[in-house]
């Protein structure tokens, strides 16, 4: 059992149970997957930071993350310097309502 969030505008309830993503959705939506075996490496963060460097070079000055309500994985989004967004993008959250929706400044 581990611990899951459940987001109300920029506050987080944490509650118990387990979570596990389904199969990737080929709608064109980017995904940032880090295998059990490879998590605590710094990988995701290397990724995490080429996804910001990239992001850059287009002109962006945001990036809207819709994160698995996961203990570890909205910890990890914070501390790459995303914060809680007040209310998710509507289609992000038709897409996702169990997510956890953060915006990093760019």
């Known amino acids: 059992m581990t611990s899951l969030y459940v987001q ?3 506050e987080l309830e944490e509650r118990r149970g387990t979570w596990s993503a389904p199969t990737w ?3 064109g939506l980017a995904y940032l997957h880090v295998s059990r075996a490879f ?9 995490s930071d080429e996804l ?3 992001a850059r070079d287009t002109g962006a000055t ?3 993350v819709s994160a698995t309500p996961s203990k570890n994985t909205v910890h990890f989004y914070l501390r790459c310097g995303c ?9 992000l959250y038709e897409l ?4 956890v929706h953060l915006r990093k400044m760019l």
């Open 83 to 91: 914060e809680l967004m007040t209310e998710a993008l509507p289609e």
């Open 8 to 10: 109300h505008g920029t």
């Open 62 to 64: 945001e990036i809207v």
């Open 96 to 99: 996702e309502p169990e997510d």
């Open 52 to 54: 910001d460097l990239i």
């Open 39 to 47: 998590r605590g490496t710094g990988i995701g963060r290397r990724l």
């Open 25 to 27: 959705d080929p709608h």
